[in-house]
């Protein structure tokens, strides 16, 4: 069984949280206990039906105000997967939120109440898809039984989507039409829309193919943290903790260490399970080297011939997340794969409309929640990808030096 | 499952979530001087223990474990802690809530629970040891205030959890700074569900106290559960006592950590009936969070883990 991990976006009344109400109820992933805790809580606040959308809203603040407020962490499984659901809230100013509910991601939720159509918050959910590069979208086409299940609505509205998404960068997009009120088409096919032909909801989360997502190709293996254990017994015993960021390592490969760029070799890799011969992302192994090279944390194994870049000037798009805003000339802490610097936006190119994708090439600042193209330099170099080939090499935080608070979430658009 | 057995490439969900945690956890030494990790004998620790031993295999492991002792436990359990521990060569640091209530520092609760007053004592030894990162065995899947819960999350200097101010938390990049006084809360687990830890346990053969399987016991029930005689959990007048096959799906404190009916007697017999179970292992067996909606988001906004 493998491990789907998905982010859901959306507001108050399209449904979002009945929507997973709804997937975690059919599939049997609801418990008794919480079931009557639930309709204890529909009861006790006068509504009609047990409302499954406050299964989802965890702090008190939230069940009073009947609102989202942070990223909910939700599991459930089926016999053919495990599902960790990142269910964010959709409004304007939560887009960090969503934004680190698609970090981790491998597909992506947009509902769209099928009496409204696309609005702002759906277009500004593609582009954070597409900006956060998560492989695969489904646009959720919800409360179709508020349309008496029509086919040209729904044909519209997938029309008006695909053309949108046709400016983004978006690999792999499905459209279902569903009703999370009733069911229809969350899990099992729907008996009142016979003209879609396509799977459920849920039949899709299950078969999306995502074994090809992950970057096998390029070998990153960011050090994270250096095991010599001081005894007897494993005296001469230095090994190069971490988790692969990308590709497949083998014993016997040569391999470079960045950002030195000395030669040496693969003589063992040590998994959780024990030796093994070879290993690929995301697994966390041990790897020993034949050469006892000066190698520490935030240094990177790479391939002779497939390096990562190693440089001190970036270019990226950022999301801001600070309260404050940022200019060009502030400087921050900044944390890329097992790396720790510090950064001096060098500058500000343009502020991005995430609603519009219109470029405010004059913007004199980035406000929270707000995307950017900025120039950075870096203290000492990167071991970088561009975040399109490898979203583990190619994206990063900023860290406010007083605070340390997490200000931005980066993505390297281009390395010099 | 090794690689070479897996042309294809793939991790299992669960060898994913072993990465995941062990990255975790290295992360934790390589960015905090002082880590602990909380070690109760309970399966979810036993379960952190296990990967954070194979994160610095062959080294020992570079921190020590934390028993916050509410005073109130199961004989099994501390049992199997003391033999672990001694077994591995870990240092083991006890934070004892009875020392702390005899020396007047916190007071006994009236319904003689001790699972509140056991956050003032467990954030007194974590000062005292100048602990500044404790890694603690809690999931996202067991309470809904913890669905919402980073990996790495912050703690102010009263050791207290904002959970409308948490640090975003991007890809895999944990943010680890601090100021001096403040701490780190990590969960490892955080992306585990109850029926992970048991497969898990069955996969790695990771050893466990006795309560957990099957077993007689004389037993009670109070409000819908089924309470062992304990020392510290005795029968009311009306509370009749009758011998019962049980076991427990939670271990805390005793005086209000329920059994459940079962014929699990082996950990193949516990996966089958957690995978089948219709009932949260809070809601079945833990009294403390019946109190209203929001007891673990208030006991942990105080500092509870």
Redesign the interface.
Known sequence: ???LRFATAGSVDDGKSTLIGRLLFDS?SI????LE?LER?SVARGSEYTDLALLT?????E?EQGIT???????F?TPR??F?IADTPGHIQYT??M??GA??SDLSIILIDARKGLVEQSRRHAFLVSLLQVPHLVVAVNKMDLVDWSQEVFEAIREEFSNYAAKLNIADVSVIPVSALTGENVVTRSTQMDWYEGPSLLHHLENVHI?SD?N?VDMRFPV??V?????A??HD?RGY???IAGG?VKVGDDVVVLPSGLPTKVTAI?????P?????A???VVIRLEDDVDIS?GDMICRPHNQAIVSQDVEAMICW?GDSPMRAGMKF?I??T?RSARVLVKDLYYEMNINTLHRNQGAAELNLNEVGRVRLRTTVPLLADEYHRN??TG???L?DETT???VA?GMIVGVQ | MTASENPSYRLSQLDALESEAIFIIREVVAELERPAMLFSGGKDSAVMLHLALKAFAPANLPFPVVHIDTGHNFDEVIEFRDAEVTRRGIRLVVGSVQEAIDRGEVAEERNGSRNRIQTPVLLATAEKHDFNALMGGARRDEEKARAKERVFSFRDDFGQWDPKNQRPELWNLYNARIHHGETIRVFPLSNWTELDIWSYIRQEKVALPSIYYAHEREVFERNGMLFGVHEFCQPRENEPTFTETVRYRTVGDASLTAAVRSNAFDIDDIVAEVAATRVTERGATRGDDRVSEAAMEDRKKEGYF
């Open positions: 069984m493998d491990l049997k418990f008794t206990d919480q805790d809580t809203d965890g702090l008190r603040a069940r407020i942070d990223v909910a962490y939700r599991y499984a997967r495990k960790i960090r939120n934004v680190t970090s981790t074994a992950r096998l994270q943290y095991i010599r254990p001081q005894s017994a494993h015993y903790a971490g988790q497949v040590d998994a959780p399970g024990g093994v011969e070879e290993a690929y995301p697994m966390s944390r997340m802490g944390k890329h097992t979203r583990l994206g990063f935080i860290i340390n608070a997490t979430a």
